[in-house]
């Protein structure tokens, strides 16, 4: 057993007794280890070969034990203990670490252990020192740093933009480093005690330089305040370009909405452009210009429909109702109330197998609901409606367009009398070839012998 002692190598046992393990670990032994007050311990056992040479239960024992600055190493060889624990620890510690080996067991032994003497030297002069309180500061600035990276960069998957992203990481890298120059400065300033208080600076020099350090310290801090002021500033005039950007995209969609005639759109979107922006301005007066468009739209709009509704007052065999969420007009005749559900223009109908029936004039299509209100059936001839234009033409259903309708697959054409029940509704479609210069369209749906015909303003009925 072989034992050296170390002093003022500021030498980090723990540390030292981890290289120690991995050492032996490297070098393919079986290894164990353990820490009493004090005290670390290493057992390394090596292969089937070196068992079957030294005994069983052979191992290489590493004893540590003292304090950074005045500590021993021990090396020998002696019994491997099943189950290392503290009472395991101190035999080893009181003597139960030497056994006695000879031959070439012995020789394989001695060369290990220089071994092993060389690597405990290197790590303690070079490579486990106690680290002072500025580099335990800077690991702990650099492990903060990382962590707080780590969160901001999942908070910028979906809560900030790429801006204040940038942002923040410099905010935290800053806070970094002015946590490492503190650190730095105190650690100069605990070296520069020690030369006091050993005797190598006077009082008035150590007060000198001190306050030198302080001031050099404190001129760094305002150039780094400066500097955060700076890129402050810089954030907030880039924030600020965007929101204008935004702001001048937003007023230039709600103009294109308002031209397109969507005024509502237009106004959700102004109201939007947060103010301070130079268009917040411009769009205050676009929202009052617009919310002025929509009232006027209501007001014609309701002019309009009063205007419907007293029309239909005053004319023969034609009632108000409500349909698809309108006011219109409805031909009432012989208790069955005809409803124009659409009115569709066409130059031609095709039909399925690819003939083309084209217009003489223009085809216009008319889709009636037709509800019978009456206590018994009623037969409806659809071919008997005409359509009469501004100049007083009166225009017969087309039976060859409405045999194309039917035809094309699309819709049927009612070509002759229906039925439809009491209380019953009936969809049903009629086509006319008119025209297409005639106006002011008007249904005139016929009555009974003795009734008088409907007519039926299409402007009205839509």
């Known amino acids: 057993m072989t034992k050296k002692n170390y002093q003022d ?13 991995s050492w032996f670990s490297n070098q393919g032994y079986q290894v164990q280890s353990n820490k009493t007050e004090g005290a670390w311990v290493v057992q390394a056992q090596k292969t089937e070969a070196w068992r079957k040479a030294v005994g069983a239960s052979r191992a290489f024992n590493i004893v540590i034990q003292g304090q950074p600055n005045d500590f021993s190493v021990e090396v020998g060889i002696g019994e491997w203990a099943s189950n290392l624990t503290a009472g395991g620890v101190a035999a080893l510690l009181t003597g139960g670490s030497t056994l006695f080996i000879s031959g070439l067991a012995a020789g394989w032994s001695k060369k290990i252990e220089s071994d092993i003497w060389n690597f405990i030297d290197q790590k303690t002069i070079f490579g486990s020192r106690v680290k002072s309180e500025r580099e335990i500061t800077v690991v702990k600035a650099e492990e903060f740093v990382e962590e707080k990276l780590k969160q901001l960069k999942g908070a910028f998957q979906g809560f900030i933009d790429e801006a204040a992203y940038q942002a923040k ?20 300033l605990l070296k520069l005690k020690n030369a006091l208080d050993t005797g190598i600076l006077t009082q008035t020099e150590y007060e000198t330089k001190k306050a030198e350090w302080i001031a050099q310290s404190s001129h760094a801090e305002l150039d780094t305040k400066a500097r955060l002021e700076q890129q402050a500033l810089e954030r907030e005039i880039r924030e600020r370009e965007q929101k204008e950007r935004q702001a001048s995209q937003w007023l230039e969609s709600a103009i294109n909405q308002a031209t397109k005639g969507n005024f509502s759109k237009a106004l959700e979107t102004l109201r939007q452009i947060p103010n301070g922006t ?79 029936t084209f217009a003489d004039g223009e085809f216009v299509i008319i889709n009636l609901v037709v509800r019978n209100e009456d206590k018994k059936s009623r037969n409806i001839s659809a071919s008997m409606m005409t359509l009469i234009d501004s100049e007083g033409r009166e225009f017969q259903t087309s039976s060859t367009a409405m045999t194309a309708l039917t035809m094309s ?5 009612e070509l002759w009398s229906t039925q439809i029940q009491p209380g019953l509704d009936k969809d049903i479609t009629i086509v006319f070839d008119i025209p297409p210069t005639a106006q002011d369209l008007k249904l005139k749906v016929p009555s009974g012998l003795f009734g008088q015909p409907a007519i039926l303003p299409l402007s009205l009925a839509l």
Do not use: M, P, W
């Open 169 to 188: 990481k410099v905010e935290i890298q800053n806070q970094s480093n002015e946590t490492k120059k503190s650190a730095e400065l105190n650690e100069k």
């Open 278 to 356: 130079e268009a917040y301005f411009q769009a205050q007066s676009k929202i009052s210009e617009y919310e002025q468009v929509i009232k006027n739209q209501i007001l014609e709009q309701q002019r309009i429909e009063k205007e419907k509704e007293e029309l239909i007052a005053k004319s023969k065999n034609l009632v108000a109702l409500t349909h698809n969420g309108k006011r219109v007009a409805a031909a009432l005749v012989d208790k069955t109330i005809h409803i124009v559900d659409s009115v569709t223009r066409k130059i031609t109908i095709s039909a399925v197998f690819g003939e083309t």
């Open 9 to 21: 190598k500021n030498c980090d046992l723990d540390t030292l007794s981890k290289d120690i393990n």
């Open 409 to 413: 697959g699309e819709q049927k054409a």
